[in-house]
Protein backbone atom coordinates (compact mmCIF):
# COMPACT_ATOMS: atom_id res chain seq x y z
CA UNK A 1 0.00 0.00 0.00
CA UNK A 2 0.81 3.77 -0.70
CA UNK A 3 0.31 6.62 1.41
CA UNK A 4 1.00 8.81 -1.56
CA UNK A 5 -0.94 8.03 -4.90
CA UNK A 6 -0.24 10.96 -7.38
CA UNK A 7 -2.81 9.87 -9.53
CA UNK A 8 -4.62 12.67 -8.07
CA UNK A 9 -1.66 14.90 -8.68
CA UNK A 10 -0.94 14.09 -12.00
CA UNK A 11 -4.65 14.29 -13.22
CA UNK A 12 -4.55 18.05 -11.66
CA UNK A 13 -1.25 18.96 -13.18
CA UNK A 14 -3.15 17.51 -16.79
CA UNK A 15 -6.50 19.21 -15.97
CA UNK A 16 -4.34 22.63 -15.85
CA UNK A 17 -2.29 22.48 -18.61
CA UNK A 18 0.63 21.18 -17.13
CA UNK A 19 3.66 19.34 -19.30
CA UNK A 20 5.61 15.87 -18.55
CA UNK A 21 8.32 18.55 -16.96
CA UNK A 22 5.42 20.20 -14.48
CA UNK A 23 4.17 16.68 -13.23
CA UNK A 24 7.96 15.36 -12.91
CA UNK A 25 8.99 18.51 -10.86
CA UNK A 26 5.58 19.05 -8.83
CA UNK A 27 5.71 15.16 -8.03
CA UNK A 28 9.06 14.80 -7.08
CA UNK A 29 8.58 18.31 -4.73
CA UNK A 30 6.16 16.49 -3.08
CA UNK A 31 7.71 13.16 -2.94
CA UNK A 32 10.95 15.28 -1.17
CA UNK A 33 8.19 16.35 1.31
CA UNK A 34 7.33 13.14 2.47
CA UNK A 35 10.52 12.08 2.93
CA UNK A 36 11.63 14.61 4.98
CA UNK A 37 13.48 13.68 7.94
CA UNK A 38 12.11 16.24 10.57
CA UNK A 39 9.73 18.60 10.54
CA UNK A 40 12.23 21.48 10.37
CA UNK A 41 13.47 19.80 7.09
CA UNK A 42 9.64 19.40 6.02
CA UNK A 43 9.44 23.00 6.39
CA UNK A 44 12.90 24.17 4.58
CA UNK A 45 11.73 22.25 1.65
CA UNK A 46 8.06 23.75 1.64
CA UNK A 47 9.83 27.21 1.58
CA UNK A 48 12.36 26.80 -0.55
CA UNK A 49 9.27 24.76 -2.91
CA UNK A 50 6.66 27.25 -2.71
CA UNK A 51 8.98 29.78 -3.43
CA UNK A 52 8.79 28.07 -6.96
CA UNK A 53 5.60 26.88 -7.23
CA UNK A 54 2.92 28.28 -9.91
CA UNK A 55 0.22 29.95 -7.90
CA UNK A 56 -2.66 27.39 -8.89
CA UNK A 57 -0.37 24.58 -7.48
CA UNK A 58 0.41 26.31 -4.46
CA UNK A 59 -3.57 26.62 -3.64
CA UNK A 60 -3.74 23.19 -4.19
CA UNK A 61 -1.22 22.09 -2.37
CA UNK A 62 -2.57 24.17 0.34
CA UNK A 63 -6.62 23.04 -0.07
CA UNK A 64 -5.30 19.52 -0.61
CA UNK A 65 -2.58 17.66 -0.39
CA UNK A 66 -0.56 19.95 2.56
CA UNK A 67 -2.06 18.34 5.10
CA UNK A 68 -1.78 15.19 4.08
CA UNK A 69 1.37 15.53 3.38
CA UNK A 70 2.12 17.22 6.90
CA UNK A 71 0.58 13.56 8.08
CA UNK A 72 2.06 11.08 6.32
CA UNK A 73 5.79 12.06 5.98
CA UNK A 74 8.37 10.47 7.44
CA UNK A 75 9.24 12.22 10.42
CA UNK A 76 5.42 12.26 11.27
CA UNK A 77 5.33 8.58 10.83
CA UNK A 78 8.44 7.97 13.44
CA UNK A 79 7.08 6.66 16.93
CA UNK A 80 9.28 9.04 19.37
CA UNK A 81 10.89 6.79 21.80
CA UNK A 82 9.55 7.91 24.73
CA UNK A 83 5.97 6.41 23.15
CA UNK A 84 7.34 3.08 22.30
CA UNK A 85 6.99 -0.04 24.45
CA UNK A 86 9.99 -1.95 25.09
CA UNK A 87 9.57 -5.43 25.39
CA UNK A 88 11.58 -7.58 27.61
CA UNK A 89 11.60 -11.33 26.56
CA UNK A 90 13.20 -12.28 30.08
CA UNK A 91 10.72 -10.34 31.78
CA UNK A 92 7.88 -10.52 29.55
Same mark, same amino acid.
Given at each position: ? @?????? +? &? ?6 ? /? ?20 ? @?????? +? &? ?6 ? /? ?27 ? &? ?6 ? /??
Amino acid at each position: M @HLFDDT +L &LQMWIKNH /SGTMEDESFYTTNVRQLLTSED @HDAYHS +L &LNDFTQRW /SPPFLEYYNRSLGQAVQTYALFAMRIPLS &LRVVYDAV /SA
